[in-house]
T-cell receptor, first 114, second 115 residues
Framework: AQSVSQHNHHVILSEAASLELGCNYS??????LFWYVQYPGQHLQLLLK??????LVKGIKGFEAEFIKSKFSFNLRKPSVQWSDTAEYFC????????????FGSGTRLQVQP | DAGVIQSPRHEVTEMGQEVTLRCKPI?????LFWYRQTMMRGLELLIY????????DSGMPEDRFSAKMPNASFSTLKIQPSEPRDSAVYFC?????????????FGPGTRLTVL
């Protein structure tokens, strides 16, 4: 069975600070990895995803994530956060066996202070 | 496009009552997913449909929960009878294609409170 760990539950940053949110998964096979964001009062939306190729993936709004297979990690980064990045961020995984359901991490609440 | 539509957005009911949550996927999408979000368990899949057929219902908690997709543009999740532990946010998502890499588009969720 898959599982996803997001160790940072609540992160507080000032505007212009750099961001890195951790995501580790447990699954021995080939995986697809996703980062979703939920802005206050809004629905979940996809930031970026990785399934093959270049392990450095660029997403919307200046976010990127790096897949490191040896570390079972898919950390989300942004060089300079803005107040509008205040949201909850979810890492998710599914695998290449065809089961399409996403297994989500517990989420990281990011608060950016102006 | 209107995106995934869910109704109601908020539902408050009493224990023992029947609750029906509704979802309209994005037009043209062939897969539909129901997820539940709670503080204790986070976001977890309940069931998903492909071309209106239930494919994986391993996340459905118990017989009190049932889901249907009578056509490509409508799905329901029913809880009968409801219990306080069913209180959660229920999300519907849809996607186009048959691959695990397909993006799932989420609706705004239904916040259910069972008293």
């Amino acid at each position: 069975a898959q599982s996803v760990s997001q160790h940072n539950h609540h992160v507080i940053l000032s505007e212009a600070a750099s961001l890195e949110l951790g995501c580790n998964y447990s699954y021995g096979g080939t995986v697809n990895l996703f980062w979703y964001v939920q802005y206050p009062g809004q629905h979940l939306q996809l930031l970026l995803k990785y399934f093959s190729g270049d392990p450095l993936v660029k997403g919307i709004k200046g976010f990127e994530a790096e897949f490191i297979k040896s570390k079972f990690s898919f950390n989300l980064r942004k060089p300079s956060v803005q107040w509008s990045d205040t949201a909850e961020y979810f890492c998710a995984v599914n695998d290449h066996t065809g089961r399409r359901a996403l297994t989500f991490g517990s989420g990281t609440r990011l608060q950016v202070q102006p | 496009d209107a995106g995934v539509i869910q109704s109601p957005r908020h539902e408050v009911t009493e224990m023992g009552q029947e609750v029906t949550l509704r979802c309209k996927p994005i037009s043209g999408h062939n897969s539909l997913f129901w997820y539940r979000q709670t503080m204790m368990r986070g976001l977890e899949l309940l069931i998903y449909f492909n071309n209106n057929v239930p494919i994986d219902d391993s996340g459905m908690p118990e017989d009190r929960f049932s889901a249907k997709m009578p056509n490509a543009s409508f799905s329901t999740l029913k809880i009968q009878p409801s219990e306080p532990r069913d209180s959660a946010v229920y999300f519907c998502a849809s996607s186009y294609g048959h691959s695990p890499t397909d993006t799932q588009y989420f609706g705004p969720g239904t916040r259910l409170t069972v008293l």
